[in-house]
């Protein structure tokens, strides 16, 4: 590798043997390095390859002024989260997470507790990405010496929910009450308590998660399975009335109209849900 440019005395930005453009992380690496020469190699640690330019050069900026502490504890948490949950993650990750990583521990050094109104439903609705946060704040305990509160785990998650499905962290944040929200109109409407121990319910959540996918990266399903629409309407309908109510609260919350199947296939789920209570 060749080196590009000295970001700090631990990190550079380099040339691999292909010519594309890499950040190497190592400590001493940066220091008395110049560019044009030979990356030491014996003091590489960490190499990222980040293909969007504009985030390469945010992931070099962000990193200029950072402990190497913070930046490899960042890396690692992502490695385990792709490595052992097989999450499929935006590189955008690279960015945010050490950003608030880095900034979490600056603010609970100043005695800073932020609470976090969501975590509950986090913890509820999306826990493989909650227990990425307890495993990072697992990490910084361990390596940094700080005992952040559980408040951070649930932040945490949230960059993975966003890095997940490729939105914008402020999107990411209303994805736990919206799908508590579905569920709650879901039972209010049928009048039931759903078995949240059943695999139906789970695979109920999974598909309202993937539906609040679809909608923030306008990939909704279009009309086209009327026929089978009708029968649901007319077989199920109590099922598909309740599914009409959710369409119409996520278009009052996000302004996205459902098509027919997107409302077909939910009150399928409700059916499903529903009949585990029956088992």
């Known amino acids: 590798m060749i080196i590009d440019k000295v970001i700090n005395n631990n990190i550079i930005s380099a040339y691999d043997e292909e010519g594309r453009e890499v950040v190497v992380m190592g400590r001493g690496l940066g220091f008395g390095a110049r560019p044009g020469r030979k990356v030491a190699e014996n003091k590489v640690e960490k190499i990222f390859r980040i293909q969007s330019r504009t985030l390469a050069e945010q992931f070099k900026d962000l990193l200029a002024g950072m402990p190497i502490e913070h930046v490899a504890l960042s890396s690692d948490v992502i490695a385990y989260a792709r490595e052992q949950l097989n999450l499929e993650l935006n590189q955008s990750i690279y960015v945010t997470l050490?950003?608030?990583?880095?900034?979490?521990?600056?603010?609970?050094?100043?005695?800073?507790?932020?609470?976090?109104?969501?975590?509950?439903e986090i913890r509820r609705f999306y826990s493989r990405e909650y227990q990425i946060g307890q495993y990072a704040l697992q990490m910084i305990r361990e390596r940094l010496q700080v005992d952040l509160p559980e408040d951070e785990a649930g932040f945490i998650a949230l960059h993975f929910i966003n890095a997940e499905y490729?939105?914008?962290?402020?999107?990411?944040?209303?994805?736990?009450?919206?799908?508590?929200?579905?569920?709650?109109?879901?039972?209010?409407?049928?009048?039931?308590?759903?078995?949240?121990?059943?695999?139906?319910?789970?695979?109920?959540v999974t598909h309202i998660k993937f539906l609040i996918q679809r909608i923030y990266r306008n990939e909704l399903l279009k009309e086209q399975d009327h026929e089978l629409a009708e029968i649901m309407k007319k077989k199920y309908r109590n099922e598909y009335e309740c599914s009409r109510k959710i369409a119409a609260y996520i278009k009052?919350?996000?302004?996205?109209?459902?098509s027919g199947d997107e409302i077909m296939y939910l009150a399928i789920h409700?059916?499903?849900v529903t009949m585990a209570g029956d088992e």
């Open 166 to 204: 490729g939105t914008d962290i402020r999107d990411a944040a209303r994805f736990p009450n919206l799908v508590g929200d579905i569920l709650d109109i879901a039972q209010s409407e049928l009048g039931i308590r759903f078995d949240e121990n059943s695999l139906h319910y789970e695979r109920f």
């Open 252 to 258: 009052q919350e996000t302004g996205n109209e459902l």
């Open 98 to 120: 050490t950003d608030h990583i880095d900034f979490a521990i600056t603010r609970y050094r100043q005695g800073i507790r932020p609470r976090n109104a969501l975590l509950w």
């Open 270 to 272: 409700i059916r499903r």
